[in-house]
């Protein structure tokens, strides 16, 4: 049996796993950087990659401890090389390509976005493939037919702001703080979804893609007016919770739209959802409601592999089995899939 050793530093988590060939996952330690960040509203690119600097080997050695394993046990390392930040990739991209000289040992190289899906295949411990694919994250938005773990083909994209990014951004409007997702998604359990008739960009066009820049403005409008700056104070209680659950919803219902519209398109009947956003309840109701309706399979992980983490990483198994190995001068590449 081979143990592997997985490493995650796209973005603001510092992460660390460790997993076998069985796709059992022995360890996964996340640390997270939020109050870093809070207070400038968004990640830092800068501040991010000297945390990791600060961060990557007592997360590595706590995920070796959980794991009761040593380094001289690793058989493999994993790492996410692409896509992010790329001061933040290069934190871990140095530290697998060290370690993986140090120890003797293959190094194989992880897209980031495709283990958001496989992320799935972990949590249903069986074959999900072929799929449709979701990733909405912070960073991405975007619709995949996946015929296999290493085989994604992009269906569609957002033109402008990710899901996660809107969430954040909306977050900072409605003066609910960083990070926006889970802010966003407490205030709107106290409101009305169909208070604001918010724009819901392509939802009845057959292009597969996203847009949410016009919805983030929209929200700007409503809270104060035509006029408004994102700097204004934020509005009362009962309509910010209003506006916080009327922009969830129409997030919300855009995403399912286009899961549905990309499964009746490929023919495939299963839908696999990965990302941060993917931890959103309003969004993971709508889409097993929508999933019922068209007999179809959904698959969302838990929440603590919805987020950024270094345990869905274990798709570098996929690749190890294929003797798919990166060079030692394996590089970050931050641009998209």
């Known amino acids: 049996m081979t143990h592997f050793l997985a490493i ?11 997993f076998n060939d069985d796709l059992r996952v022995l360890s996964s330690v996340v640390a997270s950087q939020t109050d870093l960040h809070a207070r400038f509203g968004g990640v830092v690119p800068e501040i991010a ?3 990791h600097m600060r961060n990557l080997l007592p997360v590595i050695d706590e995920a070796l401890q959980k794991a009761d394993l040593k380094l001289a046990d690793i058989g493999c390392i994993a790492v996410h090389h692409t896509p992010g930040l790329v001061g933040a990739l290069l934190m871990g991209v140095s530290a697998a390509k060290a370690l993986a000289f140090a120890l003797g040992v293959p190094l194989v190289g992880v897209n980031h976005v495709a283990a958001h899906i496989f992320a799935c295949r972990l949590a249903a411990g069986r074959d999900i493939y072929p799929c449709i694919g979701l990733v909405v994250s912070g960073g991405h938005t975007a619709l995949f037919h996946c015929a296999s773990p290493l085989s994604m083909t992009l269906l569609g994209n957002t033109r402008d ?3 996660g990014e809107a969430f954040d951004k909306v977050a900072a409007i409605l003066g609910l703080g960083f990070p926006g997702g889970p802010a966003v998604e407490r205030e709107a359990a106290k409101g009305n979804p169909t208070a604001y008739r918010f724009p819901r960009a392509f939802f009845d066009d057959d292009r597969l893609e996203f847009s949410f820049s016009g919805l983030k403005t929209a929200v700007l409008y409503a809270c104060h007016g035509q006029n408004a700056k994102p700097s204004q104070a934020p509005p009362a209680d009962a309509k910010r919770a209003d506006l916080a659950a009327s922009f969830q919803a129409a997030v919300v219902d855009v995403l399912a739209n286009k899961c549905k519209q990309a499964m009746k398109k490929t023919g495939l009947t ?5 990302g941060g956003v993917s931890a959103n309840k309003a969004l993971r109701h709508k889409l097993e ?14 929440m603590e592999l919805c987020t950024d983490n270094a ?6 198994v996929e690749k190890w089995k294929l003797g798919q190995f990166a060079t030692l001068d394996l590089d970050a590449e931050p641009n998209f899939i």
Do not use: N, W
């Open 311 to 316: 345990a869905m990483a274990a798709l570098a």
């Open 49 to 51: 990659a000297r945390a």
């Open 270 to 274: 299963r839908l696999a959802v990965g």
């Open 8 to 18: 995650e530093t796209s973005c603001d988590e510092t992460a660390a796993a460790v």
């Open 289 to 302: 409601e929508m999933c019922i309706k068209q007999d179809a399979e959904l698959h969302i992980p838990p």
């Open 161 to 163: 702001d990710a899901a």
